[in-house]
């Protein structure tokens, strides 16, 4: 029997592994997907919040976000299934001079990448989300065009327009080796199989060192846990995703927004970092956020949470994504590191995956593989991680 043979093999059919291989074959090229979990979306894809902005401090970060809220605003018109997406913006608040001194700051970095994006005063602030204390409000940073959409269901949209395109995907199945031989990809190997290619893309999120280490390399991706959770849906109230980035005892920061279809869907970041993958969630995090976001918006007191539960963010030790063209091994791309992004990043990580393995970069695609080298020396932390 014959070995089947692919242009690209995608390990990872998750937020970044279903848009890169659904424009890899929109570029012509025939592709295969492997995921060890039983369906689409299933490792961390699903425990996303579904918040998607440009808003960041690094460039390159901010170009891709800013295509791939193209793709997400963009999906329903065009293929005509309802990924959920509302354009609500994002209200970074500010109750510190030392966030307001930050938040002024990055505004340089941010509309020189080509972010729509102002500082809003106290008072323009409340106009645009009026439940925030008043108390101690110094303003804010409020990018309009950012937005959300369901995790799911454009997981789902991106898996259904890669079959269109000709994408087989194979799940529960794990990689066990991806084969080489002077130097150059040749294969992947499962625990079902062994398929022949000349690439493979590397886009499997919290799991992507073990498939490095599977090429005989490696990655500095390590997971840590975050938790979410929704309450029950109830009439609109709140527009935009509402970020505090205060630190307080047991977080760094934590955000919030009501989905469309009602429901509020928050989420906090850890301090000190939950350093694992333990996706259980726990006791702990919901009295801590719900004290936080009352204390923000006094009128979310009156909620119930339906529930909460437990993902896992790749993180790098810079907080940046890995991507581009391995040194040591000639057809081999990463695509990971996203840092608990990878939703919003997960289309324009994609779409550059597939310029970058078709030989076809676009002019801006160079200066992004730069900043975003899986060889790169690790310095700073992006200061909104």
Not at 63 to 78: A, I, M, N, Q, V
């Amino acid at each position: 029997m014959s070995t089947a043979v692919f242009d690209v093999i995608v390990i990872g059919a998750g937020s970044v592994g279903m848009p890169a291989a659904m424009y890899l074959a929109e570029m012509g090229m025939k592709v295969l997907v492997l995921d060890q979990f039983s369906s689409p979306g299933q490792g961390s894809n699903k425990a996303a919040i579904g918040g998607i902005r440009a808003t960041h401090s690094s460039p390159a970060k901010i170009k891709l976000c800013l295509d791939s809220l193209r793709t997400f605003s963009g999906w329903k018109d065009e293929h005509g299934f309802d990924i959920e997406w509302a354009r609500g913006g994002y209200a970074f608040v500010a109750y510190r001079p030392e966030e307001e001194r930050l938040l002024k700051n990055l505004l340089v970095v941010q509309k020189a990448a080509g972010l729509n994006i102002d500082w809003k005063d106290r008072a323009e602030l409340l106009d645009i989300s009026p439940g925030l204390r008043t108390e101690g409000l110094l303003g804010g940073t409020f990018s309009p065009e950012d937005g959300s959409a369901s995790p799911m269901r454009s997981c789902l949209g991106f898996h259904r327009r890669a079959l269109e395109l000709g994408v087989e995907c194979r799940f529960n199945e794990r990689v066990t080796s991806i084969m080489r031989r002077k130097g150059k990809v040749v294969g992947v190997r499962t625990d079902k199989g062994g398929y022949a290619t000349g690439c493979v893309v590397n886009a499997a999120g919290a799991w992507a060192r073990a498939v490095a280490q599977a090429g005989g390399l490696d990655a500095p991706v390590v997971p840590d846990c975050h938790e979410a959770g929704i309450t029950e849906a109830v009439a609109p109230f709140l527009d935009p995703m509402v970020v505090d980035i205060r630190p307080a005892p047991g977080s760094a920061n934590f955000y919030f927004y009501q989905h469309k279809p009602g429901q509020v869907v928050f989420c906090i970041t850890p301090n000190p970092p939950i350093v694992g993958s333990d996706r259980r969630e726990t006791s702990a995090y919901l009295p801590m956020i719900a004290r936080r976001m009352v204390d923000l918006m006094p009128k979310l007191s009156n909620l119930k949470v339906r529930r909460t539960w437990r993902g896992l963010y790749p993180m790098t030790p810079d907080g940046a994504p890995l991507v581009g063209r391995s040194q040591n091994l000639e057809g081999y791309i990463d695509a990971i590191g996203m840092c608990g992004q990878g939703y919003m990043l997960g289309p324009g990580v994609g779409a550059l995956v597939a310029r970058l393995a078709t030989d076809r970069l676009q002019e801006g695609d160079a200066g992004i593989l730069e900043e975003l080298s899986p060889s790169r020396a690790f310095g700073g932390v992006e200061a909104l991680k």
